[in-house]
Every structure is written in C-alpha cells, then in structure tokens.
C-alpha cells in the first residue's frame, strides 16, 4: 500500500511513502529489541548527553521542522515554531531529571535491606496522531529514552513527513540506531505488531475510538497501554472572575492549532449574572483573530488537517442548530476550512456539547451556582482538563475535588507541561504521561527484598 501526504491549504501532494511489509516489521521489531539489550543496562546519565543534544538539534533547525509540520497538517507556523521550542524543552527536562526519577527507593520493613528499582521494559510501540506530530512523539520519546527502551513509531499517515524527520533527529544527536524507528505500517497490520512477542507495551494518542480497539487488541496480549484519547474540557466562568483575562484566555484554549487539541477548551460554561457581557468580550477576541495562510507568522486560525474533518464538524453544528442552539458568529464551512465560531444557547443533549468538537468551534452555556457548574461540568463522557476561573479561592477549593477529570487549571488554560503528569479519565483514556510518573508507566517497578 501507498500513503500520500498532502498540503491541506493547496492540496498539493507532497510526498508518497510505501507502507512496509510484514518481513520488514519483523526486522525493525527484532534491531529494536537488540539495540534494548545491548544498551538496557546504560544509566540514565551517559543518555544525558545525547538527549541535550536532541534539545539543541530541534532549535537550531527549528524552522525546518516547524515547516514541515505546517505542510502537513495546517499548523499556523508561529505554533508550529511553539511546537518545536517545547520539545526541546520536554528533551532537556529529561536530560536533568531522569536520573533522580530512577533512583533505587529504600523502604524499610524486616528485611536487611529492601527498596524498589526500576528498569527499562524492552521495546514499546507508540500509536501517534497528527495534531502535534512533534509533540506528541516527543513526549514519549524522551522519558523512554532516558528510561533505556526502545520506541516504534506508528504516525499519523498525514504526517509522515514528520515521523521520518524525528527518527534521523534522533540518530543525529548520537543515539544507537532503532533506539527510535519509524514504522510506516498499514492500520490492519498494528494487532499482529502489538501481538508481536518483543512489544512489551503500546501507548496511543488518538481518538476515543482508536484507543478501545488497540485497548482491546493489547488486552488479549496482555500488554501495557497508556491511552491519551479524546477531550471536551469544560472553561467554567464565575461571576468574580477576571472577564477580560478570562476572555483571552478562553479565546486561546478554544482556538489554537485551529481547534485541533484534545485538551482545548470545547464548552464554555459562564454564571447568569455575567454570561451577556462575557459573551461580548468572547465576540470580539473571535473577531480579531487573523485567519490566513498558514505559513503567515501572524495567521492564529488556517485550515484543518483535513476536508473530512471539517465535514464533521459541520453535521455536529447543524444537528445541534436544529436542537435549538443559535450561531453568534461564524458557522461557515469550505473544504479544509471552517470559520471561527461561537454558538450559544447549547444544551446538554446538543452534539457540540456531548460529542469532542475538533475545530474552531466554541459552545456556550449558562449555569446558575456552583452545583450547577459541577454538574455540567461532569456530564460528560470525558475527563482530560477542566478550567475555572474565579478570584476565590473558596470556590476552587469546593469544586477541585468534585472535579472528575485528570487535570484542574485555576485562571489558566489547561497545558501539557513536562513537569506535571498529563492524562485523563472516562473516555479520555488511562495512564500518564510527563513529569516523574510519566517516565515510569513504561518502566519494571521491581521490589528487591534482602533478608
């Protein structure tokens, strides 16, 4: 089988790849699991180096890499820029830190001596999506390197660009050959991968849907999984906030990458008193934001990744229109792009507030008090982030732990951050990535006892 990749703003084709075949599969499998036991035994430290190295391969090239990432999928190119900056940092995070997060722990108990070590599992597959194609791989990469696995990629067939450019980056920076590979594989050929008796855990960034099916497939292995899936995160607007830096912020948690975030902030929850004049500060950072091409270093909203998914997008509007939900602005779709817009009046039946809405799209509702903003809130079918803003810090400590998503930002957006653990609950998925957990859901937690 042959893969295009395919500028969504021109159309143009840009590349074509073959997919390999199952001799070829098994061959990366097998170097992969070699290059694990010939280095598995390497502290942390002698990998620092190298991973330094990765931080500053991706800045001195950053436009090259950011570039790519633009044609591919449509990432105005100052985020992509962002993009690049980040996985430089998440590099150097690892580079410092790994080496305290793998420390052996001493616990005491009877034994002369005994404590928990942990080691490298083996070779791990990593099912990525092309949202963040950098990323998202990144965050994988860096802990597991660190860590002393091995990583198969399995990208997103609109990024493959990407996928080839990170495996040379990585032996670039020095380290050993299919330490990181890029597989280019056939979607029907990842059950017999994950079966594969050298795949040791599987983590995916994807849809709901993704995740259930390799959930599934890994489970009948009994294998690891750390799923990062679908997201609806609710930005929940008390009537003591700060309107203006509450509206900016909203603005960006809803409309970066051009909607396209698993963690964007989807529904827009604001308290009676002050949901009209919110509603008009929303209206006109909509207005002002620059749509344009997106190699323009100005343009904040471009097209979508592809024409498919602004098609859906736009059946969910439509249903939830007929439901009673009215367009404040926008609304408009044309092949790859759709019109920034905001629709009020949503309800808790509506497509664009039960469903994950991937695009610019913001869905407003109105709550009462804070038992009514707990149960928006929570029904839902997701649980990745949750935003709050209020002055208070009564409110936030009430509804924190009322909150059933993996992450609370107070008056912020919510962000992966290389020094916090990200992921989510219910439908979002399961296990973490990022910080000092994240390095270890690929690891052998093992207890050493010594009497």
Same mark, same amino acid.
Not at 52 to 62: H, P
Not at 176 to 201: D, G, P, R, Y
Not at 204 to 229: D, F, N
Not at 371 to 377: P, W
């Given at each position: 089988?042959?893969?295009?990749?395919?500028?969504?703003?021109?159309?143009?084709?840009?590349?074509?790849?073959?997919?390999?075949?199952?001799?070829?599969?098994?061959?990366?499998?097998?170097?992969?699991?070699?290059?694990?036991?010939?280095?598995?035994?390497?502290?942390?430290?002698?990998?620092?180096?190298?991973?330094?190295?990765?931080?500053?391969?991706?800045?001195?090239?950053?436009?090259?890499?950011?570039?790519?990432?633009?044609?591919?999928?449509?990432?105005?190119?100052?985020?992509?820029?962002?993009?690049?900056?980040?996985?430089?940092?998440?590099?150097?995070?690892?580079?410092?830190?790994?080496?305290?997060?793998?420390?052996?722990?001493?616990?005491?108990?009877?034994?002369?001596?005994?404590?928990?070590?942990?080691?490298?599992?083996?070779?791990?597959?990593?099912?990525?999506?092309?949202?963040?194609?950098?990323?998202?791989?990144?965050?994988?990469?860096?802990?597991?390197?660190?860590?002393?696995?091995?990583?198969?990629?399995?990208?997103?067939?609109?990024?493959?660009?990407?996928?080839?450019?990170?495996?040379?980056?990585?032996?670039?920076?020095?380290?050993?050959?299919?330490?990181?590979?890029?597989?280019?594989?056939?979607?029907?050929?990842?059950?017999?991968?994950?079966?594969?008796?050298?795949?040791?855990?599987?983590?995916?960034?994807?849809?709901?849907?993704?995740?259930?099916?390799?959930?599934?497939?890994?489970?009948?292995?009994?294998?690891?999984?750390?799923?990062?899936?679908?997201?609806?995160?609710?930005?929940?607007?008390?009537?003591?906030?700060?309107?203006?830096?509450?509206?900016?912020?909203?603005?960006?948690?809803?409309?970066?990458?051009?909607?396209?975030?698993?963690?964007?902030? %989807?529904? @827009?929850?604001? *308290?009676?008193?002050?949901?009209? #004049?919110?509603?008009? $500060? &929303?209206?006109?950072?909509? =207005?002002?934001?620059?749509?344009?091409?997106?190699?323009?270093?100005?343009?904040?909203?471009?097209?979508?990744?592809?024409?498919?998914?602004? %098609?859906? @997008?736009?059946? *969910?509007?439509?249903?939830?229109? #007929?439901?009673?939900? $009215? &367009?404040?602005?926008?609304? =408009?779709?044309?092949?790859?792009?759709?019109?920034?817009?905001?629709?009020?009046?949503?309800?808790?039946?509506?497509?664009?507030?039960?469903?994950?809405?991937?695009?610019?799209?913001?869905?407003?509702?109105?709550?009462?008090?804070?038992?009514?903003?707990?149960?928006?809130?929570?029904?839902?079918?997701?649980?990745?982030?949750?935003?709050?803003?209020?002055?208070?810090?009564?409110?936030?400590?009430?509804?924190?732990?009322?909150?059933?998503?993996?992450?609370?930002?107070?008056?912020?957006?919510?962000?992966?951050?290389?020094?916090?653990?990200?992921?989510?609950?219910?439908?979002?998925?399961?296990?973490?990535?990022?910080?000092?957990?994240?390095?270890?859901?690929?690891?052998?937690?093992?207890?050493?006892?010594?009497?």
């Amino acid at each position: 089988m042959v893969f295009q990749t395919q500028n969504p703003f021109t159309s143009e084709v840009l590349n074509t790849y073959e997919a390999l075949n199952l001799s070829d599969i098994k061959d990366s499998i097998k170097k992969a699991h070699q290059t694990f036991l010939k280095f598995k035994h390497k502290k942390p430290k002698s990998r620092a180096e190298k991973m330094n190295k990765l931080a500053e391969l991706l800045r001195k090239n950053k436009s090259k890499y950011a570039q790519q990432i633009t044609l591919e999928m449509g990432k105005p190119i100052a985020e992509a820029k962002a993009e690049i900056e980040k996985c430089a940092w998440v590099c150097e995070f690892y580079a410092e830190k790994a080496s305290s997060f793998l420390e052996d722990e001493v616990v005491k108990t009877d034994a002369r001596r005994s404590y928990i070590s942990k080691a490298p599992l083996g070779v791990i597959l990593a099912i990525m999506p092309w949202n963040y194609p950098f990323w998202q791989v990144f965050r994988v990469i860096a802990p597991n390197l660190m860590l002393g696995n091995s990583i198969l990629i399995k990208h997103a067939e609109n990024v493959l660009g990407c996928g080839e450019m990170i495996q040379n980056l990585v032996e670039e920076a020095g380290f050993e050959a299919h330490s990181v590979k890029h597989l280019i594989v056939e979607v029907e050929q990842i059950e017999s991968i994950i079966n594969h008796k050298l795949i040791k855990a599987i983590t995916l960034t994807g849809s709901t849907k993704a995740g259930s099916i390799v959930a599934s497939q890994a489970g009948k292995a009994i294998k690891k999984t750390v799923l990062e899936l679908g997201g609806s995160n609710a930005l929940v607007v008390f009537e003591d906030a700060d309107l203006d830096k509450a509206a900016e912020i909203c603005v960006q948690a809803r409309f970066q990458n051009t909607g396209q975030s698993c963690i964007a902030g %989807k529904r @827009l929850l604001v *308290q009676e008193n002050v949901y009209d #004049k919110f509603l008009d $500060k &929303i209206k006109t950072k909509i =207005q002002n934001l620059n749509v344009g091409h997106p190699m323009d270093e100005k343009t904040d909203i471009s097209v979508l990744a592809r024409t498919d998914l602004a %098609k859906n @997008l736009k059946s *969910q509007l439509e249903k939830s229109i #007929k439901m009673g939900a $009215k &367009i404040v602005l926008g609304g =408009q779709q044309d092949k790859t792009y759709f019109e920034p817009t905001l629709v009020e009046n949503v309800s808790q039946d509506m497509p664009i507030f039960k469903e994950e809405t991937f695009g610019p799209l913001l869905a407003v509702t109105a709550f009462k008090d804070e038992d009514d903003a707990i149960q928006l809130i929570n029904n839902s079918d997701y649980g990745l982030g949750v935003s709050l803003f209020t002055q208070d810090e009564s409110i936030y400590q009430r509804l924190i732990p009322q909150i059933e998503d993996g992450a609370v930002f107070i008056n912020s957006l919510v962000k992966s951050d290389p020094r916090l653990p990200f992921g989510g609950t219910k439908h979002s998925g399961y296990g973490r990535e990022l910080g000092r957990v994240g390095i270890l859901e690929f690891a052998n937690i093992k207890t050493v006892y010594i009497q």
